[in-house]
């Protein structure tokens, strides 16, 4: 009897629901604009289109999207930091995937406002520092002014290069309930955001690029041109002017937007300690002698900007620079003493201002603001306490009580009594301002579990935009067409990313033309291209010249703890002299430190402190040391290092330091284990030493580099030798081959010498091969060549310098593994024949050789940084000549 067979039905997956259902199924909160429907029931004409081009994108699309973005943030090197900590971690940039998208209508007004504003303040800042009529007819409180610490009462009366006191400025805007949108603060000092939007528009327009082509969203390129362009103009030295960004260094939280910028505008990144004055005027400290400065872009705040005269400790500034500004030698943008500008309490005198200088109402409005140290303004603002925000008058001032903004509506009552009296007893200090809900933007959170199938949502967050504008030559003043948006976190209001707020993309749409306008190709002059192929600072000079001696340091002293801790389980542990040469070794390079009893006393004490010393920046100096050190000076020229330089740099560091972390908390870090993780630590420097000697431009900087390089590893490799020589070590099987292979030339000793441990056959590979780079006349060869190039000798021509590195020219493999006593030529610098010890006369001339190989790394490297670093035969005279 057969069965009846019955066809199941299949098994039907549910549709993936498109990203741009989940659009509209997303709202902003109750009283917030919707950013994604503006006005309209529906999703908005421009985000409607946007979706469009996603050919309904399922959620999963939008997750993979995510990922790759955050990859690209992360090896871009994309970093922004709350607080600089030279043991934490870089904190990655935070982008948030979906553009804000302000369409033409919008952005008219916008720009009109914006526009408007700028004119008022030039013209505010040129009655302060002019005839300060405002302040003499009541228009602006003097206490606004003059109470102000960045008010500079040494910049009154002085009148800009250029005449133009505002070169760029940004405007925060909060876009209302009801659509408008409210100037909230306005910045004029160094405002940051010019380099992170760049980022920002490279990203997300890679991510949709047929949603950026469809909406026509205006380019940025032409607007920087603009500004450079303007900046030349006005400078003392027009079209030809050499300028300059001035950084606070790589420990500010911006750095990595300074040298982005600095490097997409072809501007010399510099700090205070690069420049000097002379004369009342600029220059730049470089290898080839002092360069002319004649404009500068600053990114330090104004007060550390000249300790003459400014703040007395200011290590950020430099000495006479107001002077060079008042003698007209220099522009600055802005114009120091613009940050009495950023008062939030001016936002309510502007009105008034700008019907008495514009003769007009300003047509992009200020949230209400109310200045309490005015008392009808204080009483007015009291009651209303509970729906401002409280704001310092004078932000950022140590003795006029600054503090962090806080919202009123946030506030217990209890606590709003307490602010309320405060309010009253130091009414000046105190400004309040009304308060409007953020408009909300859809923005995509990830569930980090792409490959597990789990999908992201869609939420809608509060977001406020900056805009940027910049001078435009005689023109007057461009806004930036776009700017950067900056996203509050889940259930905040205050849009920061100190408290974990994002940023995104700002594409600003147009009904005309895009402008294609690049800055890759600019127009360079002849005398201006032979001047950027040589400029390099003395600072960054001297950071690659330590850039290099780090990076030859952390791999000696890998190489030389992966010998120790094999040697410390091979079939030698129990060689009395290769156990004295490693011990001396360990405690010179301070892989351990000098009190710790040797190898030869007690093996597992010398080993394990050896190991806890690989992941620390404290006690011994060994490999996390270096390494750590190598990132930190590599972090001051970022932006001469490729990306793929930067990233390996900083994962290498990351890695050691938390595998040894891990392997700490277990309590079980065994010798296994280092040399598991030193032999992925060399790995990675083998990527790092391969971009340095590949993919650096061969200019000075990189010579610098080399030789810094080199002059490590001469120091390290002859006193490793003759320490073997003194030993006994080199007459020993395992201390023979530890040798040869610390000097990791093992694989070319065994193929040319097979299992021989002969003396002149080590010393003729290790000492006298000049095709061996890891030999000592290889290295000594190489170093006089580098030094003869760096100080522009002719081909074939050595400078002094270059003398003071021993000649391997001289020396004979004969002569030096003859074992008699020998009569030695001194030193170059000292008349000192090293001691055998032991009255010993073995491998005298050796050991003499190395011995002045040795000396003279230490020679050359003082008279390298006094020579190009120090400038010690300079002047530093600061303010006008004799």
Not at 396 to 412: A, C, I, M, P
């Amino acid at each position: 009897m057969s069965e009846a067979f019955h066809l199941q039905p299949k098994e039907t997956r549910p549709k993936p629901v498109s990203v741009t259902e989940l659009a509209q199924a997303t709202q902003a909160t109750v009283g917030h604009f919707d950013e994604l429907r503006g006005k309209a029931a529906g999703l908005s004409d421009a985000w409607h289109q946007f979706f469009s081009t996603l050919d309904n994108d399922a959620v999963t699309d939008m997750d993979q999207r995510a990922v790759n973005l955050a990859r690209q943030v992360r090896d871009n090197g994309i970093t922004y930091n709350v607080y600089a900590d030279e043991n934490g971690p870089q904190r990655p940039w935070s982008l948030d995937l979906f553009p804000l998208i302000v369409d033409p209508q919008s952005w008219q007004r916008i720009e009109a406002g914006v526009l408007q504003r700028m004119r008022l303040l030039e013209r505010v800042m040129a009655d302060v520092y002019g005839p300060q009529t405002l302040l003499h007819d009541g228009f602006l409180p003097p206490a606004l002014v003059h109470a102000h610490p960045g008010y500079l009462r040494a910049m009154h009366g002085v009148k800009p290069v250029g005449g133009r006191f505002l070169h760029i400025a940004a405007f925060d805007l909060a876009r209302g309930p009801d659509g408008n949108w409210w100037v909230e603060a306005q910045r004029s000092q160094a405002p940051s955001g010019l380099g992170y939007l760049l980022e920002n528009r490279l990203a997300i327009s890679a991510q949709f690029p047929r949603a950026f082509q469809s909406l026509r969203v205006q380019r940025l390129a032409s607007t920087y041109r603009a500004l450079m362009d303007s900046l030349k103009a006005m400078s003392p030295q027009g079209a030809d002017a050499h300028l300059a960004l001035l950084t606070p260094g790589p420990y500010n939280e911006t750095y990595f937007e300074h040298a982005y910028l600095a490097r997409y505008l072809g501007l010399t990144l510099v700090e205070g300690s690069d420049l000097l004055v002379r004369d009342e005027c600029l220059f730049l400290k470089t290898l080839k002698g002092l360069v002319p400065v004649h404009g500068l872009l600053k990114r330090v705040d104004d007060q550390y900007l000249d300790p003459l005269e400014l703040r007395a400790d200011s290590t950020l500034g430099v000495p006479g620079l107001l002077q060079a500004i008042r003698a007209g030698n220099v522009l600055v943008a802005n114009a120091p003493g613009s940050a009495f500008l950023e008062s939030p309490a001016l936002l309510g005198f502007l009105p008034a201002l700008s019907r008495h200088l514009l003769g007009q109402q300003l047509s992009l409005p200020a949230l209400p603001t109310w200045w309490c140290g005015e008392r009808s303004a204080m009483e007015e603002a009291l009651p209303r306490l509970n729906d401002c925000a409280i704001k310092p008058t004078y932000p950022g001032s140590v003795d006029q009580g600054s503090f962090e903004s806080v919202l009123g509506n946030r506030l217990t009552p209890r606590e709003v009594d307490e602010w309320a009296g405060r309010i009253v007893r130091h009414a000046e200090e105190y400004t309040l301002q009304g308060y409007t809900p953020l408009s909300q933007m859809p923005t995509w959170q990830a569930t980090g579990a792409v490959a597990a199938g789990q999908a992201g949502k869609l939420l809608a967050r509060s977001v406020m935009l900056r805009v940027f504008v910049v001078s435009d030559g005689a023109q007057g003043w461009r806004v930036l067409p776009g700017g950067l948006a900056r996203v509050a976190s889940a259930g905040e209001e205050i849009t920061s990313m100190q408290r974990g707020g994002s940023s995104a993309d700002v594409w600003s749409m147009t009904r005309g033309e895009v402008d294609h306008s690049t800055l890759l190709a600019p127009h360079l002059t002849p005398e201006s291209l032979m001047q950027r192929k040589r400029m390099i600072t003395s600072r960054a000079a001297e950071n690659l010249f330590w850039l290099g001696r780090y990076t030859e340091r952390a791999e000696n002293a890998i190489r030389l703890a992966r010998l120790t801790l094999e040697c410390l389980h091979g079939e030698e542990q129990s060689s009395a002299p290769l156990l004295t040469w490693l011990s001396q070794m360990a405690v010179a390079n301070t892989l351990v430190l000098p009190g710790v009893p040797s190898a030869l006393q007690a093996p597992r004490v010398f080993e394990r402190s050896l190991i806890d010393g690989l992941g620390t920046t404290t006690g011994a100096t060994s490999v996390g040391y270096y390494l750590r050190a190598l990132k930190m000076v590599g972090s001051s020229v970022r932006e001469r290092l490729s990306q793929e330089h930067w990233r390996i740099i900083i994962r290498c560091e990351e890695d050691l330091f938390a595998r040894c972390a891990q392997q700490r908390q277990r309590a079980d870090f065994s010798a296994l284990q280092a040399l598991q993780i030193l032999k992925d630590t060399s790995d990675h420097m083998a990527a790092i030493t391969g971009a340095q000697t590949d993919r650096m431009t061969r200019d000075d900087g990189w010579r610098l580099l080399s030789i810094g390089r080199h002059i490590e590893r001469l120091g390290f490799l002859s006193s490793a030798l003759l320490r073997g020589l003194d030993t006994g070590s080199l007459l020993t099987d395992g201390g023979f081959d530890a040798m040869v292979e610390l000097f990791d030339s093992a694989i070319t000793f065994h193929a040319q010498f097979q299992q021989s441990r002969d003396m002149t056959a080590l010393v003729d590979l290790l000492v006298i091969d000049r095709d061996n780079p890891r030999s000592i006349s290889w290295i000594a060869h190489t170093l006089r060549g580098r030094l003869a190039r760096l100080a522009g000798s002719e081909p074939n021509q050595l400078c002094a310098l270059s003398h003071k590195v021993p000649h391997p020219g001289s020396w004979s493999l004969a002569q030096l593994c003859d074992k008699a006593p020998d009569l030695v030529s001194p030193a170059p610098e000292s008349d000192t024949v090293l001691s055998t010890g032991g009255g010993a006369a073995r491998y005298e001339l050796l050991k003499n050789v190395l011995y002045q190989c040795s000396h003279a790394s230490f020679v050359v490297s003082d008279e390298i940084s006094t020579t190009y670093f120090t400038h010690s035969g300079l002047v530093n005279q600061s303010l006008g000549a004799s």
